[in-house]
């Protein structure tokens, strides 16, 4: 959409806004609405861990070894 104002230093935001105005106040005579964006999430849980299980893989709670030695080192 393209237009075409008098003054383009001072009556931008102005002609902006009346615009925007202009095009909801249309749309909402015709029915037309916009919906707002929306995301659907869905926890699947299969079962619930045990104690000292790890709910990612089912494994035992055993600790990660590190790749880094540098990284293990400092824990000690």
Known sequence: LRVWIRDPQEGVNNIRS???L????????AGITIPFPQRDVR???????????RADSGEGAEPESD?????SAARD
Do not use: C, S
Request: net charge neutral; glycine share 12%; hydrophobic share 35%.
């Open 18 to 20: 009346e615009l925007n």
């Open 22 to 29: 202009g095009i909801w106040k249309a749309f909402k005579q």
């Open 43 to 53: 926890l699947i849980r299969v079962g619930e861990p045990q104690v000292g299980q």
């Open 67 to 71: 790749a880094d030695p540098d990284r």
